[in-house]
């Protein structure tokens, strides 16, 4: 299938498709760059002078806290999970996922709901000890390093499923190397366990540290000014558009800067257990008072990122969803969901599209535009939608300058003002998320596969259907649903994009929670986490079979 | 240096190694051989203290290490090993590899060592390289100067050469037993190829189904095996049955042979004998002929499958020179050249 006559060989159907596509993913974070070339210089003088430097600090201090937090959390897991026997293991292996389904912004309005003054925990404090209002000292969830806790808690579950695969992927002669070398445990560690895993906690950590860059809702909710908030206050606020997406490309910089340490620290992983059969770890059996605290560390993390909110918000919704599920419930849902699934679709298409591109016409340029789209999730969704605000509104404005000239008839916003503006910043966004899943899937059949089938007599359809359907399949249905769950998480785009009178779950709870109407943003809340609660069973399912595709692979 | 005394290794109850007795001598190199899942692997790793043993003992410089009820932990033991996939640390350097060890040393001491190890495993200028770095042989023998550099008292090498070309495996399994020689390093192994057996050991085990059945030098095992399993497993052969007469003399499709007095066997036995392919010689002036039915070219050689002409049509293998060369389907004329006889009883039973 591949035309290697000719010197435009690489010029050829696959080669005009993916370009179109790459143009057009990348074109919004491309046009926020370009903002740079159209100096502000008295709003800049102004953000200097006030809100600048609490922008970088804070979204720096942010990033790397809540680095240093899902590090720890995650670490401690992984070696608890991946190293120890004990009951319940098979239990916790999944209960620790599950804060995943939680987005940032919704636990952070339950714990502010939980800490509060009239809250739960301090009410019973000051029962408890006959306390008045200024008699104790209450930390502040809403703050900076509330706002650290609150993504550690989401996000610490990165650096776990990472770390827990690099600690059980280390072949156990390791160990017994160090062992019959007379090494102490403690320093086989620090000198091989932990260097080892290095380059998957810190891949984890830079995950994590991307979101945090990336989080509105939370920071939003809390007061604290971050880029995101600053990015809104300075377009919606001050109304300046171009400033907006120059404060993008400033904390885009940011997040490249991450992913180039991130790179750096990780090159040498690909050389790592090379020609090394992963073997089977044997978990030590723990006995005594450790087999009792180790599986009470495991589940501290899960109770404080998911049981106890989620308590919290079964508690909130009892009391009001018979005024909250109306019709309008019904809509929001109805809204999020055909959202999610056109903006899925699309990004699993458009995956397709690169990944079968890349591998039937494996050329420089083609690799080139598959890494560039590939690297919009580590762009903020605030960046990309400001990026494909000012494309659109651009484009929208010749359209309609053109029909007005030729056919006297004004089209609208037809780009800019409808929902082709959210499936562009969802493709472009969960466009990775896709990818991945869809090469793990092509990395299984091999080119010799479909060698194979033709030398047998099929046609390349025929494989098409025999062949690379039957062994695509789950990674296309993991694929949709990976995205569709992102998509329907997702908030601070929504916001910006969102067509006029369209509501999402996700902007619902977000306007509810800040309209302090906690309680009625419990209903909208509790759907997103139990839609989100799908991609943890997955997970669970593909961390138990690993096997399989191992087989399949060798 | 290591004794072994009627040790048992069970996994889940399950034994899979019996009641196994042998002794290794200070500065010799040992060898156990068997088929996959003999227990030969299980074996080592409980020399090394990775499994504890269910019954006897493990002695190391005449001190016991391992019982049922007593356990000394592998890295008390001064017992090195080097592992089938090498398991060399991926972020260290081969130096580092090498040094890991020696935690106790200064480091100029670290550095002498490690100096004068990769001198004498062939490796020198190699101390900065990765391991990623390096081809399948080199990671053996930093694996190899790894294990030795603390000078331990035993070495545990678990099928050495199994990651490597075929090619390279004889050259290496001699320079390896170069090595230990040197060092006067106590070693012992596991393999299932007795081409790498013959090569590298002194004393060598035939283990069979958690068993070990013969432990002696490769020429008794190949001369003297002490019965069916490990006659067959060690060397090609066929064993062409036989019955005893009453001149106590064994009666076979290649005809009538003396045995020895002392072998036990009375008239009317059903024996069998072991036929080696240098023990058929191709004589054009034989009287007795067979049949080529299979032949397979070996450049000086050619080792021919033979039917005789008797009743049961028995197959034998013959090694003729090259030049002898006959078609599928001819008549040949053999004649048997026995040393001495291997009988044993017929029993059907191989082990």
């Known amino acids: 299938m591949t035309l290697r006559n000719g010197c435009f060989s690489w010029f050829n159907p696959w080669f005009i498709g993916i370009a179109l596509g790459c143009f057009i993913l990348a074109a919004p974070v491309g046009l926020v760059f370009v903002s740079v070339f159209f100096p502000q210089t008295e709003i800049w003088q102004h953000l200097y002078s006030t809100v600048l430097s609490d922008y970088i600090v804070n979204s720096i201090v942010l990033a790397f806290g809540v680095g240093v937090l899902v590090i720890v959390i995650g670490t401690v897991l992984a070696w608890c999970i991946a190293r120890y026997e004990f009951t319940g293991r098979k239990q916790l292996q999944w209960l620790i996922l599950l804060p995943m389904a939680m987005p940032a912004y919704i636990i952070a309005y339950t714990y502010t709901g939980l800490l509060d003054f009239a809250g739960p925990i301090q009410t019973l404090l000051r029962e408890t000890f006959h306390w008045q209002y200024g008699d104790y000292y209450f930390p502040n969830i809403r703050s900076l390093p509330g706002a650290i806790m609150m993504l550690s808690l989401v996000l610490y579950p990165y650096v776990y499923m990472l770390a827990r695969t690099a600690f059980s992927e280390q072949p156990s002669s390791l160990e017994e190397v160090s062992r019959s070398l007379g090494v102490s ?4 560690l620090f000198k091989v366990v932990l260097p080892l895993a290095r380059p998957a906690i810190l891949m984890g950590a830079a995950l994590a540290m991307m979101e945090a860059f990336a989080d509105y809702g939370t920071v939003q909710y809390f007061g604290v000014s ?28 940011f997040v490249v800067l991450l992913l180039i340490l991130e790179y750096l620290s ?5 050389y790592y257990f090379q020609g090394q059969r992963a073997q089977h770890v044997n978990r030590q059996k723990l006995t005594g008072s450790k087999a009792f605290w180790v599986p009470f560390v495991c589940m501290v993390p899960v109770i ?30 109805w809204n999020s969901l055909y959202l999610a699934a056109i903006a899925a679709f699309t990004a699993v298409i458009l995956a397709l599209l690169f990944a079968y591109g890349k591998r039937l016409n494996h050329t420089k340029p083609i690799q080139f535009m598959t890494a560039v789209v590939t690297l919009g999730y580590a762009v903020p969704g605030t960046v990309i939608a400001i990026g494909a605000v000012i494309a659109l509104s651009w484009l929208d404005i010749k359209i309609n300058t053109l029909t007005e000239n030729w056919l006297d008839l004004s089209v609208g916003l037809v780009f800019s003002g409808s929902l082709f503006a959210l499936i562009l910043v969802y493709s472009s966004r969960f466009l990775a998320v896709a990818m991945h899943n869809i090469d793990t899937g092509l990395a299984r059949i091999k080119p010799s596969m479909d060698d194979a089938a033709r030398s047998l007599g099929h046609k390349p359809l025929q494989i ?18 990976l995205v569709f769950v992102d998509v329907l998480k997702e908030l601070p785009a929504t916001l910006i994009l969102r067509p006029f009178n369209f509501n999402t779950l996700a902007v619902r709870t977000f306007e509810l929670a800040s309209d302090e109407r906690l309680m009625d943003a419990a209903l909208p809340a509790l759907a997103i986490v139990s839609v989100g609660i799908l991609p943890v069973i997955l997970l669970t399912m593909l961390m138990d079979k690993p096997s399989r595709h191992n087989l399949q692979l060798n | 240096m290591l004794s072994l005394n009627n040790v048992s290794v069970a996994y889940q109850k399950r034994d899979v190694v019996q009641d196994v007795t042998f002794e290794l001598g200070v500065g010799q190199i040992g060898c156990l051989l068997g088929p996959s899942g003999c227990g030969k692997t299980s074996l080592l790793r409980a020399v090394a203290g990775f499994e504890k043993i269910a019954k006897g003992q493990i002695y190391l410089r005449k001190k016991l290490v391992s019982a049922s009820h007593n356990h000394l932990q592998p890295e008390k033991r001064r017992v090195a090993v080097v592992f089938q996939d090498y398991a060399l640390f991926p972020h260290l350097t081969v130096a580092q590899n090498i040094a890991f060890g020696l935690h106790q040393q200064s480091s100029a001491q670290r550095l002498q060592r490690v100096t004068e190890l990769l001198l004498l495993v ?36 678990d099928e050495p050469f199994s ?128 049949k080529v039915v299979d032949r397979s070219f070996q450049g000086s050689h050619i080792l021919y499958q033979l039917e005789l002409q008797h009743v049961d049509q028995p197959r034998v293998l013959c090694l003729a020179l090259s030049h002898h060369d006959h078609p599928l389907g001819d008549l040949i004329g053999i004649r048997l050249d026995l040393e001495h006889m291997i009988v044993f009883a017929d029993n059907g039973d191989l082990v």
């Open chain 1, 266 to 270: 990780r090159r040498k992983i690909r």
């Open chain 2, 122 to 157: 062939g490796l020198p200028g190699y101390e900065s390289r990765y391991p990623h770095a390096l081809s399948g042989g080199q990671q053996q023998r930093v694996a190899l100067a790894r294990a030795m550099a603390a000078k331990p008292d035993l070495l545990l090498l």
């Open chain 1, 464 to 481: 098409l259907r025999n062949v690379h359907v039957p062994l695509m399949k789950t990674s296309v249905l993991s694929a949709l649903l």
């Open chain 1, 226 to 253: 971050t880029f995101t908030t600053g990015i809104f206050r300075t377009w919606f606020g001050l109304g300046n558009g171009i400033a907006a997406a120059q404060l993008a490309a400033m904390l885009t910089s």
């Open chain 1, 304 to 333: 404080f990122g998911f049981i106890l909110p989620v308590l919290q918000l079964l508690n909130w919704a009892s009391i009001t969803y018979s005024k909250q599920l109306t019709s309008e419930f019904w809509w929001l849902l």
């Open chain 1, 185 to 188: 445990s403690s320093k086989h």
């Open chain 2, 163 to 290: 990651s490597l070309d075929a090619e390279l495996r004889d050259e290496l399994a001699k320079e390896l037993r170069a090595i230990l020689k040197h060092e006067k390093t106590t070693a012992l192994m596991v393999t299932h190829d007795q081409h790498e057996a013959f090569a590298m050991a002194d004393v060598i085990g035939v283990m069979n189904k958690g068993r070990l059945l013969q432990w002696t030098d490769a020429y008794t095992l190949y001369h003297r095996p002490a019965n069916r399993f490990v006659a067959t497993f060690v060397g090609d052969g066929v064993f062409l049955s036989a019955t005893v007469d009453n001149n106590i003399k064994l009666n076979s499709a290649l005809g009538v042979f003396p045995i020895k007095t002392t072998s036990g066997f009375k008239q009317g036995d059903k024996v069998v004998f072991l036929v080696r392919p240098d023990d058929i010689i191709h004589d054009d002036e034989s009287e007795t002929l067979a």
